[in-house]
C-alpha cells in the first residue's frame, strides 16, 4: 500500500472503472455524534423502498489509509431483508449501485474505525484526491453538527 494516500482495493467481483462519473457519499469522520456514520448505516441497511437504487448497493471494495486504524468485524450490514453474509465488515468499506439508464450511479463509504487524532485533514485531502483521480462527479459529506456550539446570532435567527 502507498504510505502517502487512499487505496481502493476492490472486490474481485467488481471493476473500479464502474466509479467514474458517480456521486460518492461519504460521512465525515468524527463529527457531532457520529450522525453521518448513522445515516449511512440506515443507507445500507434499511434502503429506501421508492429508491431501487439505494436497494441494488453491494459491496464494492474497502479503502486503506494509514490515518484510519484497520478494524475486522461481523457483517454489519446484515438485516432480515439483507441475510448475513459470512463477509466482514471493515475499517473503510465501499458500497455501490450501478446508474439507472441516463443517470448516475452512487457509491458509499462506510467508517467502520476512526481517523487518527489530528490526522483528518490529511486524511480528507487524500480521499479528495483519490476521488478526484477515480473520475467520480460529486462528493457528498453526511455530518452532524453540535447545536451547543451556536452564537446568539444564530440561536435568535429566524429559521425562515
Request: some cysteine.
Amino acid at each position: 500500500m502507498d504510505s502517502e494516500c487512499v487505496v481502493f482495493a476492490p472486490a474481485p467481483d467488481f471493476d473500479p472503472a464502474r466509479l467514474h462519473g458517480t456521486t460518492l457519499v461519504v460521512p465525515a469522520p468524527g463529527s457531532s455524534q457520529m450522525l453521518g456514520q448513522l445515516a449511512v448505516d440506515l443507507i445500507l441497511a434499511v434502503p429506501g423502498r421508492q429508491n431501487k437504487k439505494l436497494q441494488r448497493l453491494r459491496r464494492a471494495g474497502l479503502l486503506r489509509s494509514r490515518w484510519v486504524a484497520p478494524v475486522v468485524g461481523c457483517d454489519a450490514v446484515a438485516t432480515s431483508a439483507r441475510p448475513p453474509s459470512g463477509t466482514p465488515s471493515y475499517a473503510l468499506e465501499v458500497f455501490f449501485a450501478d446508474a439507472d439508464e441516463g443517470g448516475a450511479g452512487v457509491a458509499v463509504v462506510q467508517f467502520r474505525s476512526e481517523v487518527q487524532k489530528g490526522a483528518g485533514a490529511a486524511f480528507a485531502a487524500e480521499l479528495a484526491d483519490w476521488a478526484s483521480a477515480t473520475g467520480l462527479a460529486r462528493v457528498v459529506v453526511l455530518a452532524g453538527a453540535d447545536a451547543s456550539r451556536r452564537v446568539d446570532a444564530q440561536l435568535a435567527a429566524n429559521p425562515d
